[in-house]
């Protein structure tokens, strides 16, 4: 689909459905409403959202609407994934390459094929070094010795440490209700080659090449002008517009006291 507008007298509105609902458009004018889920009731099966735009030169010096790869809210918002807990924990024991699983503190209602974050303990983080790790869930155990085991479907691949002092990390990165940029136009056309150096840090002398990933253009969300927006339980990928003005991934613009108890929360970026 092209521009899908949601005139003020009108609902658009998304229920569930066991195979999952995926929505492909240019963007999003809600002047009415935009719902999926409610708050007493939120949404248990996946819907997907893809916004589709390349980048135009001239964006720097020639703003686009916020609805062209965006969704445009100045109705209302409301969009109530599934409630997942924890979504953010911490190692209960190091975590060695080649482990498969992973224990953590606390326990947790996370999905097989949910993707999770693992922190890097190492010194040094930067995007041409780094020791995050983006893994899969396989399933989840609750063992008694500690909040939960969660068993991964690859190997991990660096050491991540918990000990008495510091433990890593681990976030929650799918939800049930996922934005996102579209795949083919969203990521830079400029990426970091990964092979400038630069000063000599903690055994390491890379560095971020200059002038590189300026070009990202991915989806947006932006609550303006009266509009009011409630948002729990999303994902949003591949969000954001490098360099161009109010077109961050979430963004509650200038909207003063008109939106005093809107929120955005329990969600990834």
Wanted: charged share 15%; net charge negative.
């Amino acid at each position: 689909l092209g521009l899908v507008t949601i005139p003020s007298t009108s609902e658009l509105l998304f229920g569930e459905n066991v195979n999952g609902i995926t929505l492909d458009v240019s963007g999003i004018d809600v002047q009415g409403t935009l719902r999926a889920g409610s708050e007493s009731c939120r949404l248990d099966t996946p819907l997907t959202i893809t916004l589709h735009g390349n980048r135009p030169t001239d964006i720097i010096t020639n703003p686009r609407s916020p609805s062209y790869k965006g969704i445009s809210v100045t109705g209302t918002v409301e969009l109530h994934g599934k409630r997942y807990y924890r979504t953010w924990t911490r190692l209960a024991k190091t975590a060695s390459p080649g482990d498969n699983f992973l224990l953590l503190q606390h326990p947790v209602n996370w999905e097989a094929g949910q993707e999770i974050v693992l922190i890097t303990t190492a010194v040094k983080d930067s995007r041409e070094w780094h020791q995050n790790e983006k893994i899969t869930v396989e399933s989840v155990g609750t063992p008694t010795q500690v909040g939960s085991i969660v068993y991964l479907t690859s190997t991990v691949e660096h050491s991540h440490i918990a000990n008495s002092g510091y433990q890593a990390e681990v976030g929650l990165l799918s939800r049930m209700i996922t934005i996102q940029g579209a795949e083919d136009d969203s990521e830079p056309t400029d990426p970091d080659p990964l092979n400038c150096n630069g000063n000599w840090n903690f055994g390491d002398s890379g560095s971020p090449c200059l002038n590189t990933e300026l070009t990202g253009y991915g989806g947006h969300i932006m609550v303006h002008s009266g509009g009011t927006g409630y948002v729990e339980g999303v994902e949003l990928f591949r969000m954001g517009q490098t360099n161009v003005l109010g077109r961050y991934p979430m963004h509650f613009h200038i909207l003063a006291n008109t939106c005093e108890d809107c929120y955005f929360r329990d969600s990834s970026v």
